[in-house]
């Protein structure tokens, strides 16, 4: 996907990453890809899934002491990623989302190690279309806030800290089109929102993009965005189209019709005009994205 991470040299190889967060989904495939490409990789989790990686719980963060220092980069993957959850409890997702993060950063500036975290297009509202980098904060939900409160941290506590904001992971759409797939297999009707929309992106493609700033030592914001926002409606009529059902039984709905009350931009496509510039990144297109997604559903 990006051309430029072939050509580093062999000195550029042989690092050590730390990544808060190693049982997450992106924290997964990053530290297969960073492994692939010869990084050393030290992972923490609240488990300790790997018995070679740290029990970290940022709910109760322990003396930092116990990290390791001989780190390149700091990735920090970990927290609450469900809107609803923050919402329900704003202060003790503070904790996780905010605080705990904020001071592993300040920890490894403190001896030089810079940190990379990944952040979300809810920093903005989603009225304006193809946000760019320097656009203004506008937060609507407790999620959205949180990032842009550690976003804050990360910048001014170091030049060297990256943000890596990315749109909707196409792949956390799974348990959704699980559900969609099982009902239309068995001529159930689906309801789908159609105020509600996404911008597919590949993991993949976000994890490359890390893998990218990581190499690079690209520093400050920088955007991973899919191709272009779809509704969920037409996520349920694509695959209702894939699985060779008829589109009859996709009934769009609103989450106020619904009576939910749901973060839903309208829009929610980055621009990344300057990364795809640099590193000759092309986005995947929407139809392609959600049709690898489907292919994925057992
Ligand atoms: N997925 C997306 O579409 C998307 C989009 C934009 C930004 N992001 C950001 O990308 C990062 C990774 O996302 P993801 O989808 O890979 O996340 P994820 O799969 O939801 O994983 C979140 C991880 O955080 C861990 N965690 C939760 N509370 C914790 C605590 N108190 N202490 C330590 N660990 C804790 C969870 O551990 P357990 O397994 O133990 O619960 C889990 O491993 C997140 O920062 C997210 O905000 C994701």
């Not at 496509?269 to 986005?283: A, K, V």
Request: hydrophobic share 45%.
């Amino acid at each position: 996907v990006i051309g430029a991470l072939s050509s580093l040299s062999d000195t550029q190889r042989h690092r050590h990453a730390l990544i808060v967060g190693a049982s997450s989904r992106v924290g997964i495939a990053l530290r297969s890809s960073l492994t692939a490409r010869s990084w050393r990789v030290t992972g923490t989790d609240r488990r300790q899934a790997s018995p070679t990686d740290l029990c970290l719980d940022l709910a109760h963060l322990p003396r930092l002491t116990c990290l390791p220092s001989d780190i390149d980069v700091v990735f920090l993957l970990a927290g609450v990623t469900s809107i609803a959850a923050c919402e329900a409890n704003p202060s003790d997702t503070d904790i996780i989302n905010v605080q705990a993060p904020a001071e592993i950063a300040r920890h490894y500036a403190s001896i030089g190690v810079r940190a990379v975290m990944v952040s979300t297009n809810l920093v903005f509202d989603g009225n304006v279309e193809n946000a760019s980098q320097t656009a203004p904060y506008a937060p609507s939900c407790v999620y959205g806030r949180q990032k842009v409160a550690l976003e804050q941290i990360l910048l001014s506590l170091s030049p060297q800290c990256a943000v890596l904001r990315v749109t909707k992971i196409a792949e956390t759409l799974a348990p959704l089109l699980m559900g969609w797939k099982a009902a239309l297999a068995n001529h159930q009707r689906v309801n789908a929102f159609q105020d509600l929309h996404c911008c597919p992106l590949r993991l993949a493609d976000a994890v490359a993009c890390l893998v990218a700033v990581a190499e690079t030592e690209l520093a400050g914001i920088v955007h991973c965005s899919g191709e272009r926002d779809v509704n969920y409606l037409n996520i349920a009529l694509r695959l209702a189209d894939y699985l060779g059902v008829t589109s009859e039984l996709v009934i769009g709905s609103t989450s106020h019709e619904a009576g939910v009350t749901i973060t839903a931009p309208r829009h929610t496509r980055l621009d990344m005009t300057g990364f795809c510039d640099r590193f000759g990144f092309m986005p995947l297109d929407t139809d392609a994205t959600l049709a690898a997604v489907f292919a994925g559903i057992p």
